[in-house]
């Protein structure tokens, strides 16, 4: 059995402790500025000095325009951006960038207030999803988001996008009172379900001298529509075998193939607590201490609801040899049985900072720390109905897996007009996955007994980066830059029952690249920017991709052998700015070797069998174009923004499924698109109307899914949202609105959220 928690904690507490000491403080002679929040997002904005497109959404511009009841919500209209958020709570919700799809999580980068949210312990769209729940919607000041791997202070994970999600800090008693409320209306199938969502939550901050402090809290109480169905294939003759049960729909599968749909599974009840605390303390005039500390607790139970009947005794039917519409289906107790689970969550962040500056000179220190204390899935294993109350089944164990990083970065500037900005950093982190399943004689109530599956193991990553933005004219600035990174994992332990493996103790892997960037930018005129950016970005194995075992809801296993994968990305953009807004047009290119990508093919055990598994295709390519702009006052009083992506983004070379050359890369569609526009017919109320489009998805790397919309599909979507934003007096906000107005039933693998209502109301102090 693998070692519950790696034993090295401390010893990165220490370190953390060690650097925070050993920072200088920086001279008293120049104060931070009097707005805590804008003085931080300077400073870091200063310290990376991003050299890639951009795009940005605040706090003014969320509560006018999106129905939020999630922070994740606040990026669906961001140019090129997708989250597959399924349902209010969805705690696996990854995101995808115009060259990298869904289940590339590792592939983007999610900061709040620098801490990372990234879950970079795998590269999937399940447990590797980013952490939002650690931010609300009701603290963020703004969100900014840099497109491609061209800014030598973040690591290779930034190939698609990083998103930085800054908070506000107050300078003053400040408390707020939030509530909203959303009402699904599902249909599909047999499932006719009224689905509400609620969501409760508060902040109350002060500053008390050289200390403010934040406290804000979050209740969320979600029911959701079925994530997924049990479906059979459909036999090609007749059959009177069986017990006679009637039920069921005739469809297809993704590939094509004649099924019946025998129910809905997944069906998700989900309660969520959040508290979290921020403290900043102004140490001197040019010091600033920030603690944030946050826990985050997770209940949720899912069920199932068949839609076949015993046609003798009207009972339900779930499992077994049963004969429907005379056709005779063998129904795995599975089928069902392996969607009735209960998840409980309670999981701790907390990251300390240390920042200053003087005259020219910005630094910050900053460590995280993220810990997985409980983390228990129960899943049934039993045939339904008996097995729904009890009975054997599996006990998932994520506990012990976590993550802990540090940076230390500052910024230079060679004189008052910024001829040359030198920034450096030196960063470490260490990311721990301890995945146990265990054998119980009663999912509901049972203890772990003997162990079923084991995936366990770590990665230790250490850089250092530079960058200088060099003023060669004051038209025209070039910015070169490196990162060189260390990379190890070592720990690796795997261990199933069925498939047989091991128990294995997996051999360390190391790796050492330099990832060049450089960018010039020339400003054409006093609105006009051109700006041609390259980067390279080596992006390693993550643990849950080396050593990870899954087994549901598609078998996969661990590949302890992977090779980092190498993007090679540019960017050519032009972009108009003034002040009704601006326009930016993007001509981007990526091309990726030994991309890590998860294929379906045969496992390595006797008797042979099909599983999902993590390899290194030879090579990816991406391209295209993306045109974005926001326009104030198009007519008076109606701003608009919107965006169009096209992207062809195909697999290249795969010599282990030479099939899938030429195809579209999973979940990267050719086409994205979003249009906001609002009307504010009076200063108190704004109406907007906003619609987000992909085109068709696939999710094979051979684009063999032909048909997208069924269960396990990818279709195209096309979507309007309405909000109506109210002032009813200066101190309450009322808002109203309907996402998905024209019902579009589609599926992103799982089906996703069908006509809703909402409904939010907002009490400041």
Same mark, same amino acid.
């Given at each position: 059995?693998?070692? =519950?928690?790696?034993?090295?904690?401390?010893? @990165?507490?220490?370190?953390?402790?060690?650097?925070?000491?050993?920072?200088?403080?920086?001279?008293?002679?120049?104060?931070?500025?009097?707005?805590?929040?804008?003085?931080?997002?300077?400073?870091?904005?200063?310290?990376?000095?991003?050299?890639?497109?951009?795009?940005?959404?605040?706090?003014?511009?969320?509560?006018?325009?999106?129905?939020?009841?999630?922070?994740?919500?606040?990026?669906?209209?961001?140019?090129?951006?997708?989250?597959?958020?399924?349902?209010?709570?969805?705690?696996?919700?990854?995101?995808?960038?115009?060259?990298?799809?869904? %289940?590339?999580?590792?592939?983007?980068?999610?900061?709040?207030?620098?801490?990372?949210?990234?879950?970079?312990?795998?590269?999937?769209?399940?447990?590797?999803?980013?952490?939002?729940?650690?931010?609300?919607?009701?603290?963020?000041?703004?969100?900014?988001?840099?497109?491609?791997?061209?800014?030598?202070?973040?690591?290779?994970?930034?190939? #698609?996008?990083?998103?930085?999600?800054?908070?506000?800090?107050?300078?003053?008693?400040?408390?707020?009172?939030?509530?909203?409320?959303?009402?699904?209306?599902?249909?599909?199938?047999?499932?006719?379900?009224?689905?509400?969502?609620?969501?409760?939550?508060?902040?109350?901050?002060?500053?008390?001298?050289?200390?403010?402090?934040?406290? =804000?809290?979050?209740?969320?109480?979600?029911?959701?529509?079925?994530?997924?169905?049990?479906?059979?294939?459909?036999?090609?003759? !007749?059959?009177?075998?069986?017990?006679?049960?009637?039920?069921?729909?005739?469809?297809?599968?993704?590939?094509?193939?004649?099924?019946?749909?025998?129910?809905?599974?997944?069906?998700?009840?989900?309660?969520?607590?959040?508290?979290?605390?921020?403290?900043?303390?102004?140490?001197?005039?040019?010091?600033?201490?920030?603690?944030?500390?946050?826990?985050?607790?997770?209940?949720?139970?899912?069920?199932?609801?068949?839609?076949?009947?015993?046609?003798?005794?009207?009972?339900?039917?779930?499992?077994?040899?049963?004969?429907?519409?005379?056709? =005779?289906?063998?129904?795995?107790?599975?089928?069902?049985?392996?969607?009735?689970?209960?998840?409980?969550?309670?999981?701790?962040?907390?990251?300390? *900072?240390? *920042?200053?500056?003087?005259?020219?000179?910005?630094?910050?220190?900053?460590?995280?720390?993220?810990? /997985?204390?409980?983390? @228990?899935?129960?899943? *049934?294993?039993?045939?339904?109905?008996?097995?729904?109350?009890?009975?054997?089944?599996?006990?998932?164990?994520?506990? %012990?897996?976590?993550?802990?990083?540090?940076?230390?970065?500052?910024?230079?500037?060679?004189?008052?007009?910024?001829?040359?900005?030198?920034?450096?950093?030196?960063?470490?982190?260490?990311?721990?996955?301890?995945?146990?399943?265990?054998?119980?004689?009663?999912? @509901?109530?049972?203890?772990?007994?003997?162990?079923?599956?084991?995936?366990? #193991?770590?990665?230790?990553?250490?850089?250092?980066?530079?960058?200088?933005?060099?003023?060669?004219?004051?038209?025209?600035?070039?910015?070169?830059?490196?990162?060189?990174?260390?990379? @190890?994992?070592?720990?690796?332990?795997?261990?199933?029952?069925?498939?047989?493996?091991?128990?294995?103790?997996?051999?360390?892997?190391?790796?050492?690249?330099?990832?060049?960037?450089?960018?010039?930018?020339?400003?054409?005129?006093?609105?006009?920017?051109?700006?041609?950016?390259?980067?390279?970005?080596?992006?390693?194995?993550?643990?849950?991709?080396?050593?990870?075992?899954?087994?549901? !809801?598609?078998?996969?296993? !661990?590949?302890?052998?992977?090779?980092?994968?190498?993007?090679?990305?540019?960017?050519?953009?032009?972009?108009?700015?003034?002040?009704?807004?601006?326009?930016?047009?993007?001509?981007?290119?990526?091309?990726?070797?030994?991309?890590?990508?998860?294929?379906?093919?045969?496992?390595?055990?006797?008797?042979?069998?099909?599983?999902?598994?993590?390899?290194?295709?030879?090579?990816?390519?991406?391209?295209?174009?993306?045109?974005?702009?926001?326009?104030?006052?198009?007519?008076?009083? /109606?701003?608009?923004?919107?965006?169009?992506?096209?992207?062809?983004?195909?697999?290249?070379?795969?010599?282990?499924?030479?099939?899938?050359?030429?195809?579209?890369?999973?979940?990267?569609?050719?086409?994205?698109?979003?249009?906001?526009?609002?009307?504010?017919?009076?200063?108190?109320?704004?109406?907007?109307?906003? *619609?987000?489009?992909? =085109?068709?998805?696939?999710?094979?790397?051979?684009?063999?899914?032909?048909?997208?919309?069924?269960?396990? %599909?990818?279709?195209?979507?096309?979507?309007?949202?309405?909000?109506?934003?109210?002032?009813?007096?200066?101190?309450?906000?009322?808002?109203? %609105?309907?996402?998905?107005?024209?019902?579009?039933?589609?599926?992103?693998?799982?089906?996703?959220?069908?006509?809703?209502?909402?409904?939010?109301?907002?009490?400041?102090?």
């Amino acid at each position: 059995m693998p070692p =519950s928690h790696p034993a090295t904690r401390p010893v @990165r507490a220490a370190a953390l402790a060690a650097v925070l000491a050993a920072a200088a403080p920086a001279s008293a002679d120049t104060p931070l500025a009097d707005d805590i929040l804008i003085t931080a997002q300077r400073r870091q904005a200063t310290i990376e000095n991003a050299p890639g497109s951009t795009a940005s959404v605040d706090a003014t511009t969320i509560a006018t325009t999106i129905n939020a009841i999630n922070v994740e919500d606040t990026l669906k209209y961001l140019p090129s951006l997708v989250v597959r958020k399924r349902h209010i709570g969805d705690s696996q919700a990854p995101l995808a960038t115009r060259t990298s799809g869904l %289940g590339a999580s590792a592939r983007s980068l999610i900061y709040a207030d620098g801490a990372i949210l990234s879950a970079l312990v795998g590269n999937n769209n399940t447990s590797a999803s980013p952490r939002w729940n650690l931010v609300s919607t009701e603290e963020i000041a703004r969100i900014d988001v840099l497109y491609g791997p061209f800014a030598a202070a973040y690591p290779g994970n930034s190939i #698609g996008a990083v998103v930085n999600i800054t908070t506000r800090l107050p300078d003053r008693l400040e408390a707020t009172v939030d509530a909203g409320v959303n009402v699904q209306q599902f249909d599909l199938y047999s499932t006719h379900r009224t689905l509400p969502s609620v969501q409760a939550g508060g902040t109350l901050g002060d500053r008390f001298g050289p200390l403010a402090l934040f406290v =804000s809290v979050d209740h969320v109480d979600s029911r959701a529509q079925p994530l997924g169905f049990a479906t059979a294939t459909r036999p090609a003759m !007749p059959s009177a075998a069986g017990t006679p049960t009637t039920g069921g729909f005739d469809d297809l599968n993704r590939t094509g193939a004649a099924i019946r749909v025998l129910g809905a599974t997944g069906i998700e009840h989900q309660v969520q607590d959040r508290i979290k605390l921020k403290a900043a303390l102004d140490v001197s005039p040019a010091l600033r201490l920030t603690y944030v500390g946050s826990l985050f607790l997770n209940a949720d139970d899912a069920g199932v609801e068949t839609y076949l009947t015993d046609a003798a005794t009207g009972a339900p039917a779930y499992a077994g040899t049963l004969n429907i519409a005379s056709r =005779s289906y063998t129904v795995a107790s599975s089928a069902f049985a392996g969607q009735v689970y209960r998840i409980d969550q309670r999981q701790w962040s907390h990251s300390l *900072a240390l *920042a200053g500056g003087a005259g020219r000179f910005d630094w910050q220190v900053i460590g995280t720390d993220y810990i /997985v204390d409980r983390d @228990r899935q129960r899943t *049934a294993n039993t045939a339904l109905p008996a097995g729904a109350d009890g009975g054997p089944g599996f006990i998932t164990n994520l506990a %012990g897996t976590g993550w802990q990083t540090v940076d230390a970065k500052a910024a230079w500037r060679s004189d008052d007009a910024a001829t040359h900005t030198l920034s450096a950093g030196l960063h470490a982190d260490w990311f721990q996955l301890a995945s146990n399943r265990f054998n119980t004689d009663n999912f @509901r109530r049972g203890g772990e007994g003997s162990l079923n599956l084991v995936g366990s #193991g770590r990665t230790r990553t250490y850089a250092v980066w530079a960058q200088d933005a060099w003023k060669l004219t004051p038209a025209v600035t070039l910015t070169l830059g490196g990162r060189y990174e260390w990379w @190890r994992a070592s720990g690796g332990v795997n261990f199933a029952q069925s498939p047989p493996i091991g128990p294995v103790v997996e051999p360390p892997l190391a790796s050492d690249h330099v990832s060049p960037k450089a960018a010039l930018a020339w400003a054409v005129g006093p609105h006009l920017t051109a700006r041609l950016s390259f980067g390279e970005a080596w992006r390693f194995p993550t643990v849950g991709e080396l050593y990870q075992i899954v087994t549901s !809801p598609v078998a996969a296993v !661990p590949n302890p052998n992977l090779c980092p994968e190498h993007a090679r990305s540019g960017e050519l953009a032009l972009e108009h700015q003034d002040a009704h807004g601006t326009f930016r047009l993007s001509l981007f290119d990526e091309v990726i070797d030994d991309a890590l990508i998860s294929q379906t093919g045969s496992l390595p055990v006797t008797p042979v069998q099909v599983g999902t598994f993590v390899q290194n295709v030879d090579r990816t390519r991406a391209r295209g174009v993306e045109v974005a702009g926001t326009r104030t006052d198009v007519v008076r009083r /109606v701003d608009l923004t919107g965006s169009v992506t096209y992207a062809d983004a195909i697999t290249s070379k795969d010599t282990a499924f030479p099939a899938a050359a030429g195809h579209l890369l999973p979940s990267v569609p050719h086409w994205k698109a979003t249009l906001v526009g609002t009307y504010r017919p009076t200063d108190a109320v704004a109406l907007t109307a906003a *619609a987000r489009y992909a =085109s068709r998805n696939y999710g094979s790397l051979d684009n063999s899914d032909v048909v997208g919309n069924t269960y396990q %599909g990818f279709d195209r979507y096309f979507v309007v949202d309405l909000r109506a934003e109210v002032h009813v007096t200066p101190h309450v906000d009322l808002g109203l %609105g309907i996402d998905n107005v024209g019902n579009d039933k589609y599926f992103l693998f799982h089906p996703f959220p069908q006509r809703s209502f909402a409904a939010d109301v907002k009490v400041r102090l």
